[in-house]
């Protein structure tokens, strides 16, 4: 009876270990940002691989260009701010931390 509990205690603890750690030559999943094209290697090709995205990402903005005779349009000119202007309110205590006491005596 004990060792039949002896064996799944084993059994349990191997695989909780080879969970949470796991060997050097297995691949462990990990958290990826979306969009992540990179393989899982060295820390030198990852890094590569981004410092090529980013160049290649560089040339696309280079080649872009923008027309600003929007900015010179009548009907751009035009636009009227529409929002609501909050007008400027007196501040709270200097120390929001202080004591009530210690505020009282300070302000009055």
Do not use: W
Not at 17 to 44: E, H, K, M, N, V
Not at 90 to 95: I, K, M
């Amino acid at each position: 009876m004990y060792v039949g509990v002896v064996v799944v205690c084993i059994i349990a603890g191997f695989f909780a270990y080879s969970y949470f750690f796991p060997g050097a030559g297995s691949t462990s999943t990990t958290l990826q940002p979306a969009g992540y094209s990179g393989a899982l290697g060295s820390a030198g090709t990852t890094t590569s691989l981004t410092g090529r995205e980013f160049v290649r990402t560089l040339e696309n903005l280079k080649q872009l260009s923008l027309d600003s005779s929007i900015f010179k349009d009548s009907a751009f000119l035009g636009l009227e701010y529409m929002g609501v202007r909050i007008e400027p309110q007196e501040y709270g205590r200097p120390n929001p931390f202080a004591p009530l006491t210690a505020v009282t005596q300070q302000v009055f």
